[in-house]
């Protein structure tokens, strides 16, 4: 054998070789950590969901979302409707989930890497009408070094990475949508407030942005802006809290008001009450127009009519989808927007300060200028 096929066969060996330890090494890595790109919950049938909690045990939080009559809504907060958005976002973010790598599937390594029902930063359970789980997630707290999770189906062993684990609410009210009203300045007529001792209408002629107090006492004028916050309190109003009525104090006392008239003749009233430093209302619409919206037979209507009586059909049916949600409930607002809507009428109005009257020169000052003109004669 000459000295080329000798070199060969060296190189050959030396080939095998290599070829035999990086499938050594990759048997190790694959036997260490299976990777995958599939996500974490896999064929969800939203149908069959008829409730879904939110768990933080650290937070000693829990949230239920219950399907009824079509919708979800939230059952701490007396069934108060869920806001659509929100709960499309959390079973989004469920389904979002997608893992890395197989970490472990030995149970006895749940709890170190926080994936059971009591070491779980969030459990996230999709149940059926029965309360069983179809599924039921566990999330870990995030490692800030890799920005990575761990996660668990609570039916399984396997432990999975993941990576941008998402953040959960875990508070009821963060499933509401909390905005009652946002009505813009510039559609607003007049309003009128009711207090414990006093009342006041404060209205603007369409078109223009001067805000006039009816029957401004003689010798008063507005102090500074404040009638403007007052004007314009609608123009966003939340709540902090929500309760049927059966569940709030029984002594409240509804007897102040807060009435938004509309150019378009909506109105939006707030009877409002005051219990220990916490303000509740009850809120309501109305249309003025009572007159019904008929079409003439064999008239030929003009564009500008026709919107107009689109305009009002659209208006009367907000009227009564408002009320619809909101008529069977009482709301506390901020403390904040509360002195907004009931504001007496001595913050919004002062005296009109008086000129200042020229003081008369001293008389013994006029007796020296006088001796003093006579010296220099």
């Given at each position: 054998m000459n000295n080329k096929k000798l070199a060969l066969l060296g190189i050959i060996a030396v080939l095998m070789t290599g070829a035999v330890i990086l499938q050594h090494q990759i048997g190790r890595n694959v036997h260490m950590a299976e990777f995958?790109?599939?996500?974490?919950?896999?064929?969800?049938?939203?149908?069959?969901?008829?409730?879904?909690?939110?768990?933080?045990?650290?937070?000693?939080?829990?949230?239920?979302?219950?399907?009824?009559?079509?919708?979800?809504?939230?059952?701490?907060?007396?069934?108060?409707?869920?806001?659509?958005?929100?709960?499309?976002?959390?079973?989004?973010?469920?389904?979002?989930?997608?893992?890395?790598e197989t970490i472990t599937s030995n149970p006895d390594n749940h709890a170190d890497l926080k994936v059971t029902e009591e070491t779980a930063r969030y459990l996230i359970a999709f149940l059926d009408r029965e309360k069983k789980s179809i599924a039921t997630v566990a999330l870990s707290e995030v490692d800030p070094e890799t920005n990575t999770a761990h996660a668990r189906l609570l039916s399984g062993n396997d432990v999975y990475s993941i990576r941008g684990a998402p953040w959960f609410n875990t508070q009821a009210i963060d499933y509401i949508d909390t905005e009652l009203l946002s009505v813009p300045l510039e559609?607003?007529?007049?309003?009128?407030?009711k207090t414990s001792d006093s009342s006041y209408v404060l209205s603007s002629p369409e078109g223009t942005d001067e805000v006039s107090l009816e029957k401004m006492p003689e010798g008063k004028q507005y102090r500074g802006t404040v009638y403007q916050t007052v004007?314009?309190?609608?123009?966003?109003?939340?709540?902090?809290?929500?309760?049927?009525?059966?569940?709030v104090p029984q002594e409240l006392d509804f007897d102040k008001t807060y009435i938004c008239k509309l150019y378009d003749l909506t109105v939006y009233k707030l009877s409002i009450a005051e219990k220990d430093d916490k303000t509740y209302i009850k809120i309501s619409a109305d249309f003025l127009d009572k007159a019904p919206v008929e079409k003439t037979v064999g008239e030929v209507e003009s564009d500008e009519e026709l919107k107009k009586k689109e305009a009002k059909l659209l208006a009367i049916d907000a009227v009564k989808e408002f009320n619809a949600m909101h008529k069977e409930w009482v709301y506390q607002i901020p403390s904040y927007k509360a002195e907004q809507l009931i504001k007496p009428l001595s913050a919004l109005i002062e005296d009109i300060p008086q000129p200042e009257e020229k003081s008369e020169p001293l008389q013994e000052n006029a007796a020296e200028t006088s001796e003093n003109a006579v010296s220099e004669g």
């Open positions: 995958s790109s599939s996500a974490l919950i896999e064929g969800l049938a939203i149908d069959s969901v008829a409730a879904i909690q939110i768990t933080s045990p650290n937070e000693s939080q829990i949230v239920k979302l219950v399907r009824g009559n079509g919708q979800f809504v939230v059952s701490d907060k007396d069934n108060y409707p869920v806001d659509v958005g929100k709960i499309n976002d959390l079973i989004n973010k469920c389904l979002d989930i997608r893992t890395i559609k607003v007529s007049s309003v009128a407030v004007f314009g309190a609608l123009s966003s109003l939340r709540f902090e809290d929500v309760s049927a009525p059966s569940n």
